[in-house]
């Protein structure tokens, strides 16, 4: 990383599955510029390409002039411009005797036991992913109810296709897919798994795994609360303890659906550069991600980023588009606070709060630590009691699921007052204009 700060910065190399601060950067782009990258599918492809050491292909990470650590990079999310024609995705199994510990980490080959084996296709279908070094099949997972799903052109619609054009797609797999040049999975299509035919779906692509890097290296998909659980004592070189996780990680590996065209994303800088990554976009998804993997797609992603001086926060901070905001955070329209305002007056009460919303992702094991993780966040950046931020999220707010096992996102209606004396409050009237 050296030069002059870029207005505009293009990307278009991987990081091969890790993210941390041993991962050179790119840029610096300004403070107040502009990363276009090229996205690479995350989950199926990079889990069957063992030479990986993570689940997901990130684009190289970006740095931001002038970022240092205790500072916050807000990302808005400009546009997710899908170029797949078709993906493949499907609720898996792990294969024993093809890993060590992490089958999305540590895999090797169970006949010549080469570690993070480079590989070669042949043909098509489930055992079509063979070791480069002595042919073996040396997929570590597999695939036990799985798809193809074909893209219309205006990227509006989706179908799930049967044995015989799935098998056609699969010919042509990395075409099909539009994987970038530089990209180095294996495409999950070639898989060309068919179990449910003729779904229709509605596509609404979003940006699954995208941050900045981490104060230590670790795998990019298991840079949140959940995932980085299987780092925890792990038997392989990136097992680090609960304390490193819980300091190091950005939770980067979001997979929250309203990080779409629209949305704001604030993250911590944990390391000199801030260094923003992007990958895993999802063609659609429901809140949850249900089956543990879905629609992954080659992307051209457009982010605009602003550098916030000394803000301190653990994890991300989401603000969404307004119609993806639970109905009981959404900022009061006029008639509203008229009719709020009667209402005090009638019992005497002679002050009203200013508010407006902002998500807090939390992370954890489970969907009850990942909660209170959130609930955490809140009350060490607000400065509030966490019972206080139960009570505010309660009745004026929501938790949401972003993933199973443990990503969520908890909004709150937070004070104009405490939002200006964070630096937020620009960001957050730009986008719900309150």
Known sequence: ????????????????????????????????????????????GPMITPSFQGGHEVSAPVAV????AGDA???????????????????????????????????HCPQCGAENPATRIEGIGPEAIRCACCGAEVNPFKMTNGYTIVFDKGRNIAVTVGPEVARSLACDARAIMALPEKCAQNPAVTLSPADIEGVVARMRPFIGNIGTTPAIDMPDS??????GQFLVNAPHKYGITQKQLEEARTD???????????????????????????????????????????????AEVTLNVRLIRDLKIDGPILLPPIEDL??????????????????????????LEDAAPIQMVGSGPNLNEATENGIARLSRLLGLSKEEIMNRVTISGAV???????????????????????????????????
């Open 1 to 44: 990383m050296a030069g002059k700060a870029k207005e505009t910065l293009r990307v278009a190399t991987f990081t091969g599955g890790l993210v941390g601060p041993s991962i050179p950067m790119v840029g610096p782009v300004a403070d107040g510029g502009t990363i276009i990258a090229e996205t690479a599918p995350g989950c199926w």
């Open 65 to 68: 002039e002038g970022a240092k």
């Open 73 to 107: 990079i807000a990302i808005r999310v400009q546009k997710v411009d899908v170029t797949s024609i078709a993906t493949a995705s499907g609720t898996g199994t792990f294969v024993e005797g093809r890993y060590t510990g992490d089958p999305f980490v540590a895999r």
């Open 222 to 227: 298991h840079n949140a609360g959940d995932f």
């Open 252 to 298: 980067g590996h979001l997979d929250i659906d309203s990080v779409r065209e629209g949305s704001v994303l604030i993250c911590p800088v944990k390391v000199p550069g801030g260094g923003i990554y992007v990958g895993d976009v999802h063609a659609m998804q429901g809140d949850g991600e249900l089956a543990g993997h879905t629609t992954d797609v080659s």
């Open 326 to 351: 639970p109905h009981l955070a959404r900022p009061l329209v006029p008639v509203e606070k008229e009719a709020a305002r009667i209402l005090a007056e009638k019992f005497g009460q002679r002050t």
């Open 400 to 434: 949401e699921i972003g993933r199973l096992p443990g990503v969520v996102t908890v909004t709150m209606l937070v004070p104009l007052s405490k939002l200006m004396e964070l630096g937020l409050l620009d960001l957050v009237r730009a986008q719900y204009g309150v």
